[in-house]
Structures are given as C-alpha cells and as structure tokens.
C-alpha cells in the first residue's frame, strides 16, 4: 500500500523532479526568507502580483462583514427570558474559563520565547528587532487563534437559547437556520481574518522580513491552537462523562436542572466543540498558508515563478471564500423552499447538500481562477494540472464526511450494529461494537486519502518537476490546500453540533415548561402556542445530526495536518541537506537513526492517547464524587449556582493540569529528539504524522458511533432509563475522550510539533557546527530526562486520590451476612483457617469455600 512515507521519499530522492535547487537559506532558517518582488509578474493583462493580492484583501474584508452581518442577525433574533438567562450563565462560565487559558497560554508562550530568543538571537545572531518580529509574530498568531476561540463561543451562546427558542413553535426549518447561519458566521470570520493577517504580511511589511513574521506568526498560532484543544478536550469530557453518569447513578432526564453538572457540561461543549475547533481551523489554515509559501521560496529557483505561484496560491483562497459564501446562500434558498411548511425533516440533508455545493463550487472556481492567473506558467499546461491537484483536496473535503457518515450517522449500518450489540450483549458489546466501526473507518478513509495523494502525485510528475524540486511535496501542500478551500463551510458544519447539543439543554436548564403562566406569556408576548413535546423531539433530532457532522470535521482537520506536515518537513530536509544536495542516504531505512525515529513517533502517539483520556477519567472521577454528594432530587427545580461553578473549577483544573504535563512533553520531545540526531528527528516527525492520523481517525469515529448509537436508544427507541440505556450511555462514556480529547487534539499536536521542530532542529545544528556536540548530547540527555518527568506526571501525578474501596464498604448497608445452616461465613472461614472443628459445617466448608 502507498503510504505518504513512501511516497515523500520519492520526491525527495528526486524522481519526479529535475530542477535545480536553490541555495540552502543562512543562519536563522525559514526566519531569513525574504519575499520576491511581488510587481515583477502581471495578471489578467493589468494587474501587478500586488494588485492582484490587494484585490484579494478586500474579499477577505468582504468574508469578514459577511460573518459580522450574521452574527448580529443571530444575537437580534427572539428569546424567551428563561432561556437567554441560562445562555447568558453558560457563556460566563466560558468566559472565566477562557480568561484562565489566556493566562496559561503566556506562560506556555514563555517556554517557545525563550527558545526563539536563544536560536534566533545567540546562535543565528540575528539583530534583535529581527528577533522582536519573530517573537511579537507569535504572539499576534497565539492572540488570533484566541480571539477567533472568543468570536466562537460568544456567538454560539447567542445561538443555543435561539435555537431553544425557536424550536417552541413545532417547525423543523428554524432550527437548522440559525445553528447553520451561526456555524457560516464563524466559519467565515475565522478564514477571513486568517487570510487577512497573511495577505497583510506579504503587502505591508518589508520583503525581507516576511519569512520572520510567517515563522512566529505559525508558531504561536499552533502554541494556542494547541493549548486550546488539548485542555478545551479535557474540559468537556470531564464535564460531559461526570454529567451523564448521573443518568444511571440517579435515573434522571438529560440535562436535568437538578444536575450540577450540567451547567459545566454545556461550557464544554462550547470549550472543547468551539474553542477547541475554531483555534485549531484558523491555525490549520495559517500553518498550510506558511508551509507552502515557505516550500515556494525554498524549492522553486526563479523568482518570477515563486510570484506567479504565491499569488495563484493566495488569489485562489480568496475566491474560494466566495464560493463558500455564494454555496451557503444557494443552499439556504433551496432548503428554505423545500422545508418552510413541513413538520419534519432530515436535518443531515441540508448539511450534506451544502458540502457538496462548496465541493463543486470551489473546484469550479479554482480551474477558472488557475486559467486566468498561470495559463502562461510553465508548458502552458501547468494551470489545469495544479488545478486538479487543489482539486483533490476540495473533493476529499467532501467525500470525507460522506465516508465518516457511513459509520457514525444515525443512519448508519454500523451505529446501529452498535445497539443490536447493546440489547444482548449490554455495555461491553456496545464497546466492541463501536471499536470495529472505529478500525474500518480508519482504513476506508486513509485509503480514501492515500488514494487522493497518489493521484496528486501522479499529476505533479506532468511537468510541474520542470519548476521546482521535490513537486510531489508540493502537491501535498496543495492537497492539504483543497482540503481547507471550503473552509468557512467545513468550520461551519462542525460548530452547528455544539449549538444544537447546548440548545437541548438549554431548553431542561430553563424549566420554562414549570414556570406558571409560560405559555400564556408566550402567546400574548410571542404570538404562538409553544409546542412543548414537540419542541424536545426536534432538538433531538437536530442533535443528532450536529454530532454526525461533529464527526465529519475532525478527520479533515487531521488529514489536512497530516499532509500539510509533510511540506513543512521539507523544509527542514532542505536545509538539513543543504538544498538537496547532501545527505540524501541519511532519509533512508538503512540509516539506523532515521528508522529509530519511525518507531519512536508511535510511542509517543500512545502516550498522549493514554494521557489524554487520564486526565479525563480523574476529573471525571471528581467530578462525579462532587456530584453525588451535592445534588438535590427534592425540592427545589434546578441546582444551585455555587454548586455549578464548583464542578466548573474541578473541569478546569484538571484540564489545565492535565494540558501543562502534556503540552510540555510535546515541547521536550521535540528538542530531545531534534538534539539526538537530525535525522532521527526527520523520522519521528514522519511517524508522528503516520500513527496519529490513524489513531485519530479510529478514535474520532468510534466516539460518534457510539454517541450517535445512544441517540437511537434514546430518540428513535423512546428508551430512556433502561438497561438498553445504560448500556449506550455507558458507550458514549467511553467514546467522550475518544472522539473530542485525544483525537482532535492530534491534529494541532502534529503541527506544533513540526512547526516548532523548525527551530528545535536548527538549533541542534547550529550547535554542532559551532563544535558544541558534547552540549548538544548533554541538553538531548537533559530534555529527554524532562520528556520522562512530564510522562510520568501525566499518568502517576494525575492518579485517582482515593485507597481501593474495602469489600465492607462495596457491601449493601441493609444487606445480611451470608451463612450457611445459620452459621456466618465470616465465622466458618475463621474457623477453617484456625482449624477448629465446625461439625458438619466443615465439610460444607471445605467444598464451598471458594464460593464465599
């Protein structure tokens, strides 16, 4: 089987590429790649590289005003009291957690300050305002990745109660707009901004400048986006496993009000389905943008080619944000026509309706785009070759959520072989159930990737080798390019699940159906009679949609990480073998240090699976011994304020904790294994890539098999507080970490750890060459000493705190002691051990003992 190790040995051996290499870049790397003269090439007959680039700026600006416009429509539409109050309490939560990872990041932050300052100031001796560039850069990306998480979570506790709202009328339609125009909102403020920031670089900063600012800027978005999504992971699941176990401890309704827990259960939804998402999409889409402008600079000679190609690359995503925008309008009119009066309606329809219609749209719009801009570049027939190349990205985000569907929709075979297991086999063949859906999508949607990439590597042998070096690693970046063309609409369909998970509990939390006079108040206020069994049928089916397509997002994310990692990792190989040039045997299975570097990448992977989810099950722990000790089955409607916030801070303590021993292995890996040996780093950046894609995507779609597999029981079976049940819930407990801590969090911890790797092998270098190896193997000792420590922490320094139960307290208060002819077993067992005669009870005991 081709395999993206394979095939990125081909490029780099050369075997589709002829051109000449450029010159490895000086000291300081990636951060000394100036720009070329972008008014060197013209465009449609008019228009310089700059104009062409500024025209692109004002449709980023567009992008943006068309997510504002939305937000606002959002926050302006009708919302009963009850319900905008509990919002209200859930984006207050939001925001105090997320003041608390703003401060977290910048002590993180100091950890990546220190190494760029000790790199780029002492050992590349860059002049210090090149290094305040670099480090002022990566706070602006870390600051992007943490606005756009804001932007997210504001507009999304707008949304829910909207959507709780709405859903009191008895129609459908209502309840897919607003989700959706709130998912567009986000979707489009977060590429539009991303695009802005980098358009911004290339036209108003020095040229000189711009490999600094795009280094820093993609270091510190990856720093956030990773902090974000591994704590934000953590967050949710904790709140999520310790909210519904109540279920089964106490026999209760989802997101009863009397439930602590719920309140911390809807933050997260918005901390880990939010926060997490939106930071990872706007870093995702920035750290792609740098590797391949990055890639140009480095693989293509000619200057006027690097311009006609950073420009294409750039101009193209600005058109696909209108794509985007134009798909979601069509899209809305044709659901608007087909569902405005009817009472029911597949709410995945419009979702799948509107992937497809970006998918096309974009890749329409990149072939004409590619015709107007580069039809001279090259042969003449380079324009249709880059094109389809893009394109296999932009169809494999499509075809991707369609393969994920197959496993983790409510329609699917699989998720429903996950509750026939149920109903005989009770929760340990819901498990197993949900881990075969898990192992065959892993290997339907990698062969559906690797079979997208062989087909982008065949075309990249046409001639584009005639432009460049190595032009099947560009083809990767431009696969992992079309995967986020349809960026805002990707982004989109992965937000409207937490709007519509938070909207159901919204609607529990606000009791409005207890509340005298509610619906009186309604109609005179409101104009309409509130459909209330109705209106709780309709969330849950439009939840089960929004965690479907929840599922359908991740592995885009992961495979645009996967393949976007491997156009960064070229740039370390460039300068690692001085522009192609040496050292080539070095990326070899013979090299011993290159092959230990495979396989070290794969334990690593594991022990951030394992980590992950620790962190998850000792929170959880806590959170559900608070629980049970403070909830209030009588009296009283709802739980108490001081209680909520209480399983709030026991969520984000964890989750911070949890974060600084993972995030801080991830940081002492890479300079370990960078100082050990540059080669062995090259490896394990190559088998990190490998193991996480598919450990993510195994995780990411058991996790919604068996979400999804409760949403049956619980929805379409009405059978809530059975065994059935619990059964299901039990799964979904299991599949929590699963699908929203360990596997999305592979996708930013991919990329930190190449991006960052940068630095971290460049400064291993720059020390042997200065004849510091002794120092270099000492700090390689040193950071793996401090790699161990983290490891250790995340699993020993998390352990549950708590001695084993003693079979006297697992026993029922009430319960009598065994005996056997009236006599206690304790007794007997006594007796037996002392060897005193029992009469005829000795010989009972002699055959039984084993029984008692």
Wanted: net charge negative; proline share 3%; aromatic share 10%.
């Amino acid at each position: 089987m081709l395999s993206l190790s394979a095939l990125l040995g081909l490029a780099l051996a050369g075997c589709s590429g002829s051109a000449t290499a450029p010159p490895p870049p000086a000291g300081g790397g990636e951060a000394n790649l100036s720009l070329p003269d972008l008014d060197q090439a013209t465009f449609l007959g008019v228009l310089t590289g700059k104009q062409l680039l500024g025209l692109g700026l004002l449709i980023a600006l567009a992008g943006l005003a068309f997510g504002i416009v939305r937000f606002v429509q959002v926050r302006r539409l009708p919302v009963h009291t009850a319900m905008r109050e509990v919002s209200e309490l859930i984006y207050e939560t939001c925001k105090a957690y997320l003041i608390q990872q703003g401060k977290f990041l910048l002590v993180l932050w100091a950890f990546i300050g220190a190494v760029i300052l000790a790199y780029f100031k002492f050992l590349a001796d860059l002049s210090w305002g090149r290094v305040a560039i670099v480090l002022a850069f990566s706070i602006v990306g870390m600051a992007g990745s943490y606005g756009i998480a804001w932007f997210g979570i504001r507009l999304n506790t707008y949304a829910n109660s909207r959507t709780a709202f709405a859903a009191l009328r008895g129609r459908p339609l209502p309840l897919h707009q607003i989700p959706m125009k709130a998912g567009m909102s986000i979707g489009m403020v977060l590429i539009s901004v991303e695009l802005f920031m980098m358009l911004a670089i290339m036209l108003f900063l020095p040229r000189e400048i711009a490999g600094s600012c795009f280094i820093g800027f993609a270091i510190g978005e990856s720093l956030g986006a990773s902090a974000l999504r591994i704590a934000g992971g953590i967050f949710t699941k904790i709140a999520d496993v310790g909210s519904d176990l109540m279920k089964i401890v106490f026999r209760i309704k989802e997101d009863d009000a009397r439930n602590p827990g719920v309140i911390a259960d809807c933050a997260g939804d918005n901390a880990g389905d939010s926060v997490g998402p939106s930071a990872d999409g706007f870093e995702t889409y920035g750290v792609t943008g740098v590797a391949l402008v990055t890639f140009i600079l480095l693989a293509v000679h000619e200057p006027l080619v690097q311009v006609q190609l950073l420009c294409w690359v750039f101009f193209v995503r600005a058109i696909m944000v209108l794509a985007s925008a134009a798909s979601y309008e069509v899209n809305a009119v044709i659901t608007t026509a087909k569902y405005r009066h009817l009472r029911t309606m597949d709410f995945e329809r419009p979702l799948t309706n509107l992937v497809w219609i970006t998918s096309v749209a974009s890749i329409a719009a990149t072939y004409l785009t590619s015709y107007l801009l580069i039809a001279d570049l090259g042969d003449g027939t380079l324009w249709w070759k880059l094109a389809s190349i893009v394109s296999c990205g932009t169809l494999a985000g499509a075809l991707i959520p369609e393969l994920v569907k197959v496993f983790t929709s409510t329609n699917s075979v699989h998720t429903e072989e996950v509750v026939k297991s149920s109903h005989q086999g009770g929760a340990s063949l819901t498990i197993l159930s949900g881990l075969v859906a898990g192992n065959f999508s892993a290997y339907w949607l990698g062969i559906a990737i690797i079979a997208l990439m062989a087909v982008a590597f065949l075309i990249s042998g046409l001639g584009v080798g005639a432009l460049m070096v190595a032009p099947a690693v560009f083809a990767f970046g431009l696969v992992a390019f079309g995967f986020l063309g349809m960026g805002p609409v990707t982004i989109a369909v992965d937000s409207y699940g937490p709007v519509t998970d938070n909207a159901q509990s919204v609607y529990e939390l606000s009791v409005i159906e207890e509340r005298p006079g509610a619906a009186e108040e309604i109609r005179a206020d409101y104009g309409f009679t509130p459909h209330w069994g109705r209106a709780k049928a309709l969330l849950e089916a439009n939840d089960s949609a929004g965690n479907t397509f929840k599922a359908t997002a991740k592995p885009v994310l992961i495979g645009t990480a996967v393949v976007g990692a491997t156009t960064m990792i070229f740039s370390i190989i460039m300068g690692l073998t001085h522009g192609m040039t040496a050292n080539l045997d070095k990326l070899s299975l013979l090299h011993a240090p290159f092959l230990l570097g495979l396989i070290t990448g794969g334990a690593v992977i594991y022990w951030f699976t394992g980590a992950s989810i620790q962190a998850v099950t000792t929170g959880a722990f806590r959170a559900v011994e608070f629980i049970k000790d403070t909830i209030k089955l009588d009296g009283g409607s709802r739980a108490s304020v001081d209680d909520s916030r209480k399983v709030v801070e026991i969520c984000t303590q964890y989750a911070q904790k949890g974060m600084l021993n993972i995030f801080l292995g991830i940081f002492f890996a890479a300079l370990a294994f960078a100082f050990v040996e540059p080669y062995f780093f090259i490896g394990y950046l190559i088998s990190i890539a490998l193991f996480g894609l598919y450990q993510a995507i195994f995780m990411a779609n058991a996790g919604g098999a068996w979400d999804n597999a409760k949403k049956i029981v619980e929805t379409d079976l009405a059978a809530k507080g059975t065994d059935l049940h619990d059964a299901s819930v039990i799964g979904d407990t299991v599949g929590d970490p699963y699908k929203d801590t360990s596997s999305v969090a592979l996708n930013p911890v991919i990329k930190f750890t190449t991006l960052f790797g940068l630095l971290a092998v460049e400064l291993a270098v720059s020390l042997n060459a200065q004849g510091y190896q002794a120092l270099t193997w000492t700090l390689a000792a040193v950071f793996f000493v401090a790699l161990c420590v983290m490891v250790w922490r995340s699993f020993y320094g998390m352990l549950i705190d708590r001695e084993l139960p003693t079979a006297a307290e697992l026993a029922e208060p009430d319960a009598a002691e065994p005996e056997v002819d009236g006599v206690p077993v304790d007794d007997l067992q006594a007796a037996l051990g002392s060897g005193r005669s029992l009469g005829s009870h000795a010989v009972m005991v002699g055959i039984e003992r084993d029984s008692y």
